[in-house]
């Protein structure tokens, strides 16, 4: 950045020069020297081509071959000088891609008409500011890489690409972790308009995997100079659809387990074939479990609800970990609740009654016939409706063997409620201390 005194000098080296060479040109020099300053907006180009009477003077003083080769030298160093002025001085309030553009294309301008630099010689002059600025202006790099991040989430493809070239200009080199992250964030944001809440639809990983490619990758590829067919790079990239599957599905665990069960089915069995961590299965237990007490586990709620939720999550669970490591967890943590309920047996016998509305005279329950008849169906399915990866003759009957952390007996559930109820005898009144044997639900 030029001090007064330089300006000063230079103003009188080129003065000198023109009385030398021809006395008559000092006003056409004072007229383009004041059109090429930036610093002087009130009277410069202001991005308008040159008068007549200019163009002349620009014929006269620069465009003209009898002109010593030292003048133009002189007036390529008051050009640098009055830029660089322009451009430190407002520095602080370059903050976004439009405001250097607007810069640039200022300073440009009055070049078109004036022929004193070389394209390599200018473009080396603004990519010094360029560099300057990334390097020196947080704020304005935080704003324009975040640009670039904005236009490609919106699919403005054209103008992001703009602004990465010159952003790429700028530093010499391609941005690759600035695209990678672009790229991650493109992914979960596919991802979650594609896989939110499509819970009956099977192998959405693959199908959301391969419209993305279809739509995206080609530009991406491009971007980061990799060959589209990099069968390494499409791995990586179907591995982070099926992460981002895996963190929607958590985040509806309890939607896809309890509201929409049985339909969410085809979700449940693709979740079990993409977890691949205990810490997947950790924090998609901690959700539901989070959701079902928030949800459920409250005096609200009747008892008849919670039930066949529980139904519900205990077949759930297994289809997604048919060897049941985690159920066993989400059960302990449930059925507490449900032993402090005192009509949990009494709705459990009457589901697997079936018996309808006119038939229970127990004005001590509250029943919520049409949820009873759903649990009632729950109790009654034989299918829980998981296939074993390792064995795909597993019985179709609902028959639960010592292994289950649900049950014990080896026997089918609505066969373990009636021999229950058959051989039960209830505790005499005096020794009852407000809570029913509930020895079923212990089990």
């Known amino acids: 950045m030029g001090s007064n005194a330089e300006i000063q000098e230079l103003n009188a080296q080129l003065r000198e020069f023109v009385t030398t060479y021809n006395p008559n040109l000092e006003d056409e020099l004072d007229g383009v020297l004041t059109w090429l300053n930036p610093n002087e907006p009130d009277s410069n180009h202001q991005l308008r081509p040159p008068s007549l009477r200019l163009k002349n003077g620009i014929k006269l003083v620069v465009n003209n071959e009898d002109v010593p080769p030292g003048l133009v ?51 080396i002059e603004m990519n010094g500011f360029r560099h300057y600025l ?44 600035l695209l990678l992250d672009i790229l991650m964030d493109k992914i979960a944001d596919f991802s979650k308009q594609n896989m939110m809440g499509k819970w009956t639809q099977r192998f959405l990983v693959m199908e959301t995997f391969n419209a993305f490619i279809t739509k995206y990758w080609s530009t991406f590829a491009q971007a980061l100079q990799c060959p589209e067919d990099d069968h390494e790079m499409t791995t990586e990239i179907f591995h982070c659809f099926e992460k981002e599957f ?65 139904i519900r999550t205990i077949k759930s669970f297994l289809t997604v970990d048919p060897a049941g490591r985690y159920l066993q967890s989400v059960t302990a943590y449930i059925k507490p609740y449900l032993r402090e309920r005192r009509d949990t047996v009494v709705h459990l016998l009457y589901a697997m009654l079936e018996l309808d509305e006119s ?44 292994s289950s952390p649900v049950f014990k007996v080896e026997k089918p559930l609505c066969d373990q409620v009636l021999n229950y109820f058959l051989q039960w005898t209830p505790e005499p009144s005096d020794v009852a201390h407000g809570k029913p044997n509930n020895t079923f639900v212990n089990k």
């Open 73 to 123: 030298h002189l007036l390529r160093q008051f050009v640098l000088l009055q830029t660089r002025i322009h451009f430190f001085s407002n520095f602080n309030s370059i903050t976004s891609f439009k405001d250097i553009q607007r810069l640039e294309k200022y300073y440009e301008f009055p070049l078109k008409y004036i022929n004193i630099f070389t394209p390599d010689e200018w473009f």
């Open 134 to 177: 990334m390097s020196k202006n947080r704020i304005f790099g935080d704003n324009i890489k975040h640009r670039v991040r904005q236009l490609i989430m919106e699919d403005d493809f054209d103008m992001a690409w703009k602004i990465y070239t010159w952003l790429t200009e700028t530093m010499g080199h391609q941005l690759v972790s």
């Open 246 to 310: 895996v963190k929607i599905r958590t985040s509806e665990i309890y939607e896809i387990c309890v509201v929409e069960y049985p339909h969410s089915k085809p979700a449940l069995s693709e979740l079990r074939n993409v977890m691949k961590t205990s810490a997947d299965y950790s924090k998609l237990m901690i959700e539901f479990l989070s959701k079902f007490e928030s949800k459920l586990m409250n005096p609200s709620v009747t008892t008849t609800e919670i039930l066949l939720s529980y």
């Open 359 to 402: 038939e229970i005279d127990d004005a001590n329950v509250s029943l919520n016939m049409p949820v009873l008849t759903k649990l009632s169906k729950e109790l009654k399915d034989p299918d829980f409706g998981i296939e074993d990866a390792d064995s795909k003759s597993r019985k179709n009957k609902l028959m639960v063997t010592d």
